[in-house]
C-alpha cells in the first residue's frame, strides 16, 4: 500500500442521518450469479435521498466489503465524479486481489462494484468518520442575511480550481514520487531475487544456523507455535457442522408407528424447511472443498515449517572450506556487501523524499492564492478554473525538486544494480566448488519459502474462521425456526395423542365424557 494522500473527501455531502451504527441489523441474502451462490449480508442505512435509504453490501465467499456502496452510504448526495476520484484512488492504492473475480481471475464470481477486505473497509471508515461535516462555504456572489455581498468564500469557478490543483498536486505526489521511488525498489528487489541476495551472501557470512533474516522469521514461528496453531485451528474448522431436524423426524416417524391417524409426514410437512436446509449443506460442501485446499497446502508444507521451529544453533550445518578458498570468498563478500548496503541506503533516502513531498502536500493550501486571483478576475470576466493554470504550474513547481531526487537516484540505482551483479559473479566464481555452501543456500531459500506459506496459510484460516462465524449467524436463526416448527409438530403429535386415547376410551365406554374445560370465573358468578 502506497501512502499517498487521497483526493479531497465531499464532506458537505456527508450522511447526516448516520447516527447510532450500533442498532443497525444485518440481513442474509443468497445471490445467484453465474450459477453460483453468493451469501451476502446487507446493512440498511438512512440517507438524506428520495429513497431514504442505502445499503452497505458484504460478500461472504470472500469476505470483501462493497467500497460503491461504502461510498454512496457516507456520501448519499455525492456526484458521480467525486465517487470515481475517491474509488480510483483506493484502487491504486490498495491491493485488492481476491476480493472480486476478473477476466484473469475466474474462481471468484465478478460483482459489480469496487470490493475492499474488511481491513481496508474499517481503515476508510475510520478515516471518514474523523471528518468533520462542514457547510458548504459561502460564495462570492451569494447574499447573506442583510442582502449584502459575501466575500468569505471562492466562487464555483475558483473552487473549482481549488479541487482541480489538490488532485493534480496528489497525483504528481503519489505518481511520480510515491509510486515512482516504490517501483525502483521493486524493479531492485526482482534483481536481487533472481540473484538469490542476499540469501547466497548469508549462507557464507554465518557458516552455521540461521541467518539473521531468517533467524527473526524462525523466532516468530517458535512463538506462536506455528505447527500447532495451525492443527489446532484446522480441527476446529472441521468441527463447525450442521445438524438440525434429525430429533424431530425420530420422533414423528415412531409416533406415525404407535398413533392410528392420518397426518402429513415430517419431509413433507417441512418441505420448505429442508429446501433451506440443503441450500446451506450445499453451501458448506463447497466451503469445506475450499478448506481441503488449505489443509493439502499445510500438509505439503508441514516439514519445513516445522524446521523453523528447531533450535536455530542446529537447524543447517556449517560448511567446510579452506583457508585460501574462504579468504577470496570473503574479499568478494565484502565487496558486494558494500554494494548492497549502498543500494539500502538509495531506497532509504527515496521513502525520506516521499515523506518531506507528502508533508509538503499536507501544508499545501492554495486557498489564499486562489481566492486572491479570483477577487481580480471576477472584475473582469466569470471566472472559470481553466483561468488558474499559471498558478498550478507555479504551486507545484515546489515538487520539483523531488522529482529530480527520484530521477537521480533511478540513475544511481542503475549503477549500483550492475556492480551488484559483477560483484556476485565474482563471489560466486569463487565459491562455485564449494558443494556445502551451494547445499546450505538452497536449505536457506526452501526456509525462506517456508516461512511465507507459514503466513498464507494462518492467513487463510483466519479469514475462514471469521466466514464461518458469519455463516454460523445465519445457521443459529435457521435453527431456531426449524426448533419452533418442531415445537409446533410436536405439540400437533400430543394433541392428536389424546385424541386417540379419548377416541378409545369412548369406544370401550359409551358412557364416557372427556373433561370440560374449566369455565370462567363469570360462568361460575352466574352459577
Not at 471562492?154 to 505518481?175: F, T
Not at 542446529?314 to 579468504?327: F, I, V
Not at 425456526?481 to 386417540?500: D, F, G, K
Request: with cysteine; charged share 30%; net charge negative.
Amino acid at each position: 500500500m502506497t501512502s499517498a494522500t487521497r483526493p479531497p473527501l465531499p464532506v458537505w455531502h456527508r450522511n447526516t442521518h448516520l447516527k447510532d451504527i450500533d442498532s443497525l441489523v444485518v440481513k442474509y441474502q443468497i445471490l445467484n450469479f453465474q450459477g453460483k451462490d453468493i451469501l451476502v449480508g446487507r446493512l440498511k442505512v438512512d440517507t438524506p435521498t428520495p429513497s431514504g435509504h442505502a445499503f452497505i453490501i458484504r460478500r461472504f465467499d470472500t469476505g470483501a466489503v462493497s467500497l460503491t456502496t461504502m461510498f454512496q452510504v457516507a456520501f448519499p448526495n455525492a456526484s458521480e465524479e467525486l465517487k470515481k476520484r475517491e474509488i480510483q484512488w483506493v484502487e491504486d492504492t490498495y491491493d485488492l486481489t481476491g476480493n472480486n473475480g476478473s477476466s484473469k481471475d475466474t474462481s471468484i464470481t465478478l460483482l459489480a462494484g469496487t470490493w475492499v477486505s474488511p481491513t481496508i473497509a474499517v481503515e476508510l471508515g475510520e478515516h471518514r468518520s474523523s471528518m468533520r461535516n462542514p457547510t458548504r462555504p459561502q460564495t462570492i456572489g451569494e447574499r447573506g442575511n442583510k442582502g449584502s455581498k459575501s466575500v468569505v468564500g471562492p466562487g464555483w469557478g475558483a473552487r473549482e480550481a481549488i479541487n482541480i490543483y489538490n488532485y493534480r498536486k496528489q497525483n504528481l505526489v503519489k505518481d511520480k514520487i510515491a509510486d515512482a521511488a516504490q517501483r525502483l525498489k521493486d524493479e531492485a528487489d526482482e534483481t536481487l531475487r533472481l540473484l538469490n541476495l542476499p540469501s547466497s551472501l548469508e549462507a557464507l557470512e554465518h557458516s552455521a544456523g540461521l541467518p539473521p533474516s531468517l533467524l527473526q522469521k524462525a523466532e516468530q514461528v517458535r512463538l506462536q507455535d506455528g505447527p500447532a496453531k495451525i492443527e489446532a485451528t484446522i480441527a476446529y474448522l472441521q468441527r463447525l457442522a450442521m445438524d438440525i431436524l434429525d430429533n424431530e423426524a425420530f420422533e414423528d416417524e415412531a409416533m406415525r408407528k404407535d398413533a392410528a391417524f392420518d397426518r402429513p409426514s415430517s419431509h413433507e410437512a417441512n418441505a420448505e424447511l429442508i429446501k433451506k436446509e440443503r441450500h446451506y449443506r450445499y453451501i458448506l460442501v463447497r466451503v469445506a472443498a475450499s478448506d481441503e485446499t488449505v489443509r493439502q497446502k499445510w500438509d505439503d508444507w508441514k516439514g519445513s515449517i516445522v524446521q523453523l521451529t528447531s533450535d536455530p544453533a542446529s537447524t543447517l550445518s556449517p560448511s567446510n572450506r579452506s583457508s585460501a578458498e574462504a579468504a577470496e570468498a570473503v574479499k568478494h563478500s565484502r565487496a558486494l556487501r558494500a554494494a548492497l548496503e549502498a543500494l539500502d541506503s538509495l531506497h532509504r533516502e527515496f521513502q525520506d523524499f516521499v515523506r518531506q513531498a507528502q508533508r509538503l502536500a499536507d501544508a499545501d493550501d492554495i486557498y489564499p492564492r486562489v481566492l486572491n486571483a479570483a477577487s481580480g478576475l471576477e472584475k473582469l470576466a466569470e471566472v472559470k478554473p481553466k483561468m488558474f493554470e499559471d498558478v498550478f504550474d507555479q504551486e507545484l513547481a515546489k515538487y520539483d525538486k523531488f522529482l529530480e531526487e527520484i530521477n537521480k537516484g533511478e540513475s544511481k540505482q542503475a549503477e549500483l544494480l550492475a556492480t551488484i551483479e559483477r560483484r556476485n559473479e565474482q563471489f560466486l566464481q569463487s565459491r562455485r566448488e564449494d558443494l556445502s555452501l551451494e547445499a546450505r543456500k538452497n536449505a536457506l531459500r526452501s526456509l525462506d519459502l517456508s516461512y511465507q506459506k507459514y503466513r498464507e496459510i494462518i492467513a487463510d484460516l483466519n479469514e475462514r474462521i471469521q466466514f464461518y462465524n458469519d455463516l454460523m449467524q445465519i445457521f443459529i436463526e435457521f435453527k431456531t425456526q426449524c426448533r419452533t416448527w418442531s415445537q409446533q409438530r410436536s405439540s400437533e403429535i400430543h394433541a392428536l395423542a389424546r385424541l386417540v386415547e379419548e377416541s378409545s376410551l369412548q369406544d370401550e365406554d359409551p358412557d364416557f365424557e372427556p373433561p370440560s374445560p374449566p369455565r370462567r370465573r363469570q360462568d361460575l358468578r352466574r352459577v
